[in-house]
């Protein structure tokens, strides 16, 4: 799985950020996000990015599929 970023609806509420600092920030210029780790690596970093997607008041975050990480 990889987290996805669409800046163009960030609205720079900061939810991700509270939800996994690890993971995200936001670009001081103008709040929007900003990916950190953009590939969970375990349980516990996937379970905090679909808290950061559940929870973005903007709809910005998204999880996908991660094509070098899919088998065959």
Known sequence: M???ADTQRCVGAGQCVL???E???QHDSDGTVSILRPVPTNAD???KA???VA???GR???LRED???TTG
């Open 2 to 4: 990889r987290i996805v």
């Open 55 to 57: 929870i973005c008041p």
């Open 23 to 25: 993971a995200f920030d």
């Open 45 to 47: 970093e996937l379970a």
């Open 67 to 69: 094509s070098a990480t």
């Open 60 to 62: 910005a975050l998204s």
């Open 19 to 21: 939800a996994d600092p």
């Open 50 to 52: 679909k808290e950061a």
